[in-house]
């Protein structure tokens, strides 16, 4: 390793806490089971988090000498510097239930739960805060083995962006070496497996198959520099093959051999703006909400900008798009994107758009919520993100969700539009969210979405004993085995003029 490169694989991984039931175990028996557990660690090349309090003391141990904010200080000293916890729940025992809770909410760590009765893997309890259920200690062990090795971060929400890039490199790597079932068997958190067998049924292993195949490159044409014929000159200048798709006369597939996409964003064409890359499932909403030149319009959380500069370049530069996003970061790509384009109808704004329902009450036309989500739907770009997924973590999604979408409903005009998309399969993020508005707004309406060439499916009407109104059919969700593309959510919503 070059000494400049930056370590990115966390130290911290290699160390497992074991959270092992004492309850009903006698000194000798515990003693000899950490000594069992440290050497099989070892021999993986892992360590063990000494949290074994009072082993070191038979007397103490045996008269529970050690006071319960004594043992917890310990732990979570020691679960801070652990990467990996093992919360063992075979045998009679209370467990270590509140240490489990806060290695998964507060510390944001990965958990791995023992659990080798089956009726017990099903209990909410542990589903909601493990990563991964498995039978057997050795086959926790080779799961904690296999994520020491990954460009992980202990904690799960601070990937930076070099582990993610390294980490999609590995498990590129990973899938040319084995079928993408297999692997994910084994490194999708059992819940995610879990919720996409009920959701995908005998398509499942599709689904996993083709959510890992490269994507094809599609072009978005910009209709203020160049016609479809200068499309056709530049497509013959360097041999492409462009294939016009339907649902978007802005629309092309390019087929190049593999790896050469990668030029693209070099030409001299692509920097003047002329075309922009964007993958087919992200052009779907902004040709759904169909803005107009001269339209207002809010992107409530719009950066990198790929929806925003579709729509401002649909509306042929009249009118107005504003801008919003929470992440100062991501707006200057935005910005640059609006400039690369040509565009002068975007006004650009920094802030919670959760505020903006407020700050713009029906002031716009149109409004786009293309919400943050936890992006199941894009592992064929961003293989990771299964490894970023958990329960608990889709919960606060569909807070900001709700937000974001109430916001915006509430800055649309009467008579106007809104399209709410996401690229994540969870009912709870999609079809729950819009049916949580329906019942909030009396007013509000979910329309058909006709999209020509590109095969979808209705949105759910149910899902885990939840009922949502039967119109969410006409919301529309997309598979990554259709289309060559994304899994993605949308709906189409308008506002009744009073
Ligand atoms: C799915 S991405 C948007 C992609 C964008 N529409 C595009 O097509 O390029 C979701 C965005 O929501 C932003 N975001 C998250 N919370 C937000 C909030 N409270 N207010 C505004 N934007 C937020 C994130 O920074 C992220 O850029």
Not at 284 to 301: Q, S
Not at 377 to 403: C, D, P, S
Not at 450 to 474: I, M, Y
Request: hydrophobic content about 35%; overall charge positive; proline content about 5%.
């Amino acid at each position: 390793m070059h000494p400049a490169e930056p370590q990115i694989t966390d130290p911290r991984l290699k160390r497992i806490f074991y959270a092992m039931p004492f309850t009903g175990k006698s000194y000798d028996l515990i003693a000899k089971e950490r000594r069992a557990i440290k050497k099989a660690l070892q021999r993986l090349g892992l360590e063990l988090s000494e949290q074994f309090l009072g082993v070191e003391d038979k007397e103490k141990f045996e008269a529970h000498a050690y006071g319960p904010l004594h043992i917890a200080k310990k732990d979570h000293d020691l679960m801070k510097q652990s990467g990996v916890i093992i919360a063992d729940y075979s045998g009679d025992s209370i467990g270590r239930d509140c240490e489990i809770v806060i290695a998964k909410e507060v510390l944001d760590r990965r958990v791995i739960a023992i659990v080798p009765d089956k009726h017990m893997q099903n209990h909410p309890w542990i589903r909601l805060y493990s990563d991964y259920i498995v039978g057997t200690q050795a086959e926790a062990f080779k799961l904690a083995q296999k994520l020491s090795g990954l460009s992980l971060s202990a904690e799960v929400s601070k990937l930076s962006r070099a582990q993610k890039d390294k980490l999609d490199e590995q498990l590129a790597e990973m899938l040319k070496r084995s079928d993408p079932v297999q692997v994910s068997s084994s490194l999708f958190p059992t819940e995610l497996q879990r919720r996409w067998k009920a959701l995908f049924g005998a398509e499942y292993q599709n689904v996993i198959r083709t959510s890992y195949k490269p994507l094809p490159t599609i072009l978005r044409r910009n209709p203020l520099k160049l016609s479809h014929q200068g499309l056709m000159e530049i497509a013959r200048k360097y041999s492409w093959k462009l294939t016009r798709l339907q649902f978007s006369d802005k629309a092309y597939r390019l087929e190049l051999p593999l790896g050469e996409a990668i030029t693209l964003w070099k030409l001299p064409e692509y920097l003047e703006g002329k075309f922009y890359v964007q993958q087919l499932a992200s052009q779907l909403p902004a040709v759904v909400l169909d803005p107009k030149a001269g339209d207002r319009v809010l992107d409530i959380a719009a950066a990198p900008g790929s929806k925003t500069t579709q729509m401002a370049e649909l509306m042929e530069d009249k009118g107005e798009v504003l801008a919003n996003d929470n992440s100062s970061e991501r707006l200057e790509v935005l910005k640059a994107v609006v400039n690369r384009q040509g565009l002068t109808n975007v006004n650009v704004h920094l802030g919670d758009g959760a505020t903006l329902g407020d700050q713009y009450t029906e002031q716009f036309d149109k409004v786009m919520v293309d919400a943050p989500c936890s992006s199941e739907g894009i592992l064929r770009y961003k293989a990771h993100k299964f490894l970023e997924w958990y329960l608990l973590g889709i919960y606060r999604e569909t807070e900001m969700q709700r937000r974001l979408l109430e916001s915006g409903y509430k800055a649309l005009k009467p008579g106007g539009t809104l399209v709410y998309s996401t690229c994540t399969y969870g009912p709870e993020e999609n079809e729950a969210i819009v049916d949580w508005l329906l019942k909030q707004h009396p007013d509000a309406r979910i329309e058909p979405v006709a999209l020509k060439g590109v095969k979808t499916h209705p949105g759910l009407t149910e899902w885990e004993h939840t009922n949502f109104d039967q119109s969410l059919r006409k919301a529309r969700r997309l598979l990554p085995t259709e289309n060559n593309s994304t899994g993605f959510y949308l709906a189409k919503l308008t506002k009744q003029a009073r």
